[in-house]
């Protein structure tokens, strides 16, 4: 066996709509399935006994060593405390090759769990030992590494309950909610709104300690210190018991409260300056130590901190009643578990000594021995619930400190004897005010009901039940996708949206190209939705990136899918079929929201079948309006989008819009056929978004399928007195559709240049000239500058076989060169003639077109002799019939 790929899928998929690992497994005969491979299950068993029923997925109908790997890794995540239950095995077209795909929850985790998986396998294959319990802890350890805080997964977790999709941008807890402008930022329990000036002087305890006195807030006396002598000034000064801590610290670190001996202030004074070169002392303020947590301007939580403490059984240690306290298995080494593990340091061995103790001392049993005198939780300390108890006085007093620091969310430190009482009432006072609190001990404390502060963040950060998101439109099929995706945003633009978009010329926000190339994967559509200026998103959506890695999103509002053709990369990555093509394709529909829509070519079967995988609503498009799905979905009362010389949308029996097609420049007058389906899909898409109906005609008005606003995608020229077209197709239903395109253009001759994709079937290759052949005069053929795979010149060997029963083309000739290919069939174009230019480097091509053009207009015709001078040429002239 052997693992040759794995990729992850980040986004909903050709599997599913969980995150997950898909890998493709090389299996010898004998792993192909169980049966040849005598007690392979029963010694996997005994190193996994945990991996749970092994069972045909799918519509295998037997069990092989695929599935032993994918529910190995499927157990082996579950078992390491990871949240996953989806799996599947498809046996791809190759013998003994299957795709195993096994949901994630963290992406570094799933892979590892794949690797682990495949080591089981091969152990329980050679019969040799494998360390479970190693390969387990290896898991947990990098998923407690790499997943949220509990902080962080508090508040992704509000935000998922109310549909908000969320991304996190880094290894860490720095996550971004919503798209677009409706976008928000958190970094851990901190939110975008909060300026660094407010995170300053909460860091400044001295600060932050005169900002609360000047707004009434109640404060401990106190002073910062230059160095343990000073400290000790300080004290006496105080003249009671005080606090020692750092000037800037966070999270308790470096704080000791309730010193009352010098020894012991030195020992404080010490561990505050190892955290800050500013130590701050201050009035010990008796009582308990509460948290307060403000969000917006509202109290949402509140707990009673006790420090860490053991209680004496007269039998044991104190260092042996710690380490039982810390087998708890709530309490662990960082912040991933509700509680931290106590520590043994300086400060805990001060804190007994204090109280008569060491680290051997045996208390009697009851009493009550401290640790440290601040209750921090990272320092081991628990917490109580208390939200209930606090007197909206000190509830006010909480959130006037949070706002006079200038933070949005705040842990408002109190000591005081209660919170049922005023603190005035009691003597208590306000001791810190943290920036990006942490959250666990609210929503799991030791003792009482957790809260729901992770919902407190996102209802102050998305006000009115608002979701985050923007419209986004999913544009997908084998041909028309571009123009398609272009039209909508013009339309979108039209009504004033600020509007992203990918396609394969680019990825564009309103009028400016942000990159180049082919964008119309996942990776492009997520830069476009974490643009702050982009209102609204349109996203091409090709095989290619659906495979690597699904898409960008959960969810679109608008799913539109033009046709569904042979050519369009069959044999690729398994896709081997049309069949095969429209399963991945619909995945786009599969994941309409519920409250969306999709737009689909009703006189395609294949399409159109799509409609029963929708989520959402439907939207048929057709130019024959009396096709039998078109007239079942409108006697139904649903949405249609029809053609004779006007595109009329249609809903309950009643023509809602009307727009002649000589308002549509796309289509020239309607005699463009696959140009009027674009404009049509596009309609349908406006029409769901409830885009206002005067700004869709505009937009249609204006949009002109021109090399500035669709480049490759049928820009027609006049050159001469004839007709120049050049488009990008390149597969045989292009073809199909520009020869229909070509033949209501008036024309006395016709030449085609044209070249072929590499990665295509070579049947694919050849149908292209077969139709080529029935439609133009003459052929001119180059070879893509990229061969994708392909031996030299053996696309042009496809391309003439497919003019060998040509009906009439009577000429063809090859051309080494792109350029040169189109400035020979410029040479030789003459008035009233048309020449088709199947163009491979867009926008170079087109810049060569545009060069010549501009030579024509200054009169400065070009010439075969001129051509020749731009790259070597290569001309095999082939009479036909």
Not at 65 to 81: I, K, N, P, S, T
Not at 232 to 242: D, F, K, L, N, R
Not at 837 to 866: C, F, M, N
Request: glycine fraction near 8%; hydrophobic fraction near 45%.
């Amino acid at each position: 066996m052997e693992v040759s790929r794995i990729r992850a899928l980040r986004g909903p998929n050709l599997w599913s709509r969980h995150t997950a690992i898909e890998a493709v497994l090389h299996c010898n005969d004998a792993e192909c399935a169980l049966c040849g491979l005598p007690g392979f299950e029963d010694r996997l068993r005994a190193r996994f006994p945990n991996i749970g029923p092994m069972r045909p997925i799918g519509h295998e109908g037997e069990i092989s060593v695929a599935h032993a790997l994918a529910f190995a890794a499927l157990g082996l995540q579950a078992q390491a405390g990871c949240p996953v239950t989806f799996t599947r095995v498809t046996q791809t077209v190759e013998r003994c090759v299957f795709q195993v795909v096994v949901e994630y929850s963290e992406e570094a985790v799933g892979r590892l769990a794949i690797k682990l998986a495949e080591d089981l396998c091969r152990a329980a294959i050679a019969d040799v030992p494998f360390d479970l319990p190693a390969a387990l802890e290896r898991l947990r350890a990098l998923d407690e590494d790499v997943r949220l805080g509990p902080s962080t997964g508090a508040i992704v977790h509000a935000a998922t309950a109310r549909g908000i999709p969320y991304r996190r941008l880094t290894e860490g807890s720095l996550v971004q909610f919503g798209w677009g402008a409706k976008q928000r930022r958190i970094q851990a329990a901190e939110i975008d709104r909060t300026g660094a000036i407010a995170e300053t002087i909460a860091q400044d305890k001295e600060l932050t300690k005169r900002l609360l006195d000047a707004a009434g807030v109640p404060v401990p006396q106190g002073r910062p210190v230059s160095d343990a002598e000073d400290a000790w000034a300080a004290m006496q000064e105080i003249g009671s018991a005080v606090v020692v801590k750092p000037q800037d610290g966070n999270q308790g670190k470096g704080v000791t409260v309730n010193i009352e001996t010098r020894d012991h202030l030195m020992i404080a004074y010490k561990a505050a300056r190892e955290i800050s070169e500013e130590v701050l002392v201050e009035r010990f303020v008796p009582g308990h130590d509460f948290r307060l947590l403000v969000v917006g301007d509202k109290l949402v939580a509140a707990a009673r901190r006790e420090p860490p403490h053991v209680l004496g059984d007269g039998m044991h240690t104190v260092r042996q009643l710690v380490a039982q306290v810390n087998n708890d298995p709530r309490r662990g080494d960082g912040h991933a578990t509700s509680l931290t593990k106590i520590r043994f340091d300086e400060i805990a061995l001060a804190r007994l000594a204090v109280q008569g103790f060491n680290a051997d001392s045996i208390p009697v049993a009851g009493t009550r021995v401290i640790l440290r005198n601040n209750a921090n939780l990272s320092t081991g300390g628990t917490a109580t619930d208390v939200t209930d108890e606090v007197h909206p006085e000190v509830a006010a007093r909480a959130v006037a400190a949070a706002q006079m620091i200038g933070l949005d969310i705040a842990g408002v430190d109190i000591v005081c004897e209660t919170m049922q009482k005023p603190l005035e009432d009691q003597g208590g006072a306000v001791v810190e005010v943290n920036a990006a609190p942490g959250l666990r001990m609210h929503l799991a404390p030791s003792y009482g009901k957790g809260r729901a502060v992770g919902e407190a963040v996102i209802a102050d950060m998305f006000p009115d039940g608002g979701d985050g998101r923007i419209p986004v439109v999913a544009v997908t099929g084998t041909n028309g996708k571009t123009t398609t995706v272009r039209l909508i945003a013009h339309i979108l633009s039209g009504n004033g949206l600020r509007t992203g978009m990918t396609c394969t010329d680019g990825v564009y926000v309103g009028e400016r190209r942000l990159d180049t190339g082919d964008c119309s994967g996942p990776k492009s559509a997520r830069n476009v939705l974490m643009h702050p200026d982009v209102d609204a998103a349109v996203f091409e959506t090709a095989r290619g990136g659906l495979l690597r890695e699904g898409l960008a999103f959960d969810r679109c509002n608008v799913a539109v899918v033009t046709n569904i053709g042979v050519g369009d990369h069959l044999g690729l990555n398994y896709i081997t079929t049309v069949e095969d093509l429209a399963v991945l394709k619909r995945v786009i529909v599969q994941n309409v929201a519920p409250d969306g829509m999709a737009v689909l070519n009703a006189a395609d079967p294949i399409v159109a079948k799509m409609a029963q995988n929708c989520p959402g609503a439907v939207t048929f498009f057709a130019t024959d309006r009396h096709h039998p799905v078109m007239a079942t979905h409108n006697a139904l009362g649903k949405r249609v989008v029809v053609e004779g010389n006007t595109i009329v949308a249609a809903e309950f029996g009643m023509v809602v819009q009307r727009i002649p097609l000589e308002d549509v420049p796309l289509t020239r007058k309607g005699t463009i056929s696959f140009q009027v389906e674009n404009a049509m899909a596009a309609v349908a898409a406006g029409w769901a978004l409830t885009l206002d109906w005067s700004a869709i005609r505009a937009s249609l008005k204006s949009f002109a399928s021109d090399a500035e606003t669709a480049p490759g995608r049928f820009n027609v020229f006049s050159y001469r007195g004839a007709t120049l077209i050049a488009d990008y197709g390149h597969n045989p239903d292009a073809i199909l559709a520009l020869v229909s395109a070509v033949e209501a253009i008036p024309s006395e001759r016709r030449t085609i240049v044209i070249s072929g994709a590499g990665d295509r079937r070579d049947e694919d290759i050849r149908r292209q000239t077969e139709i080529l052949g029935d439609a133009f005069d003459e052929v001119i053929l180059y070879q893509d500058q990229c061969q994708r795979g392909r031996a030299d010149g053996e696309v042009l060997m496809l391309l003439r076989e497919g003019l060998k029963q040509a009906k009439r083309t009577t000429a063809i000739e090859e051309i080494s060169g792109e350029f040169l290919a189109i400035d020979t069939a410029l040479a030789r174009i003459q008035p009233g003639e048309l020449c088709l230019i199947l163009i491979d480097q867009v926008e170079e091509a087109l810049a060569h077109i545009g060069h010549r053009l501009a030579e024509v207009s200054i009169e400065r015709p070009i010439s075969a002799k001129t051509a020749s001078h731009e790259t070597a040429v290569v001309r095999k002239k082939t009479a036909i019939g």
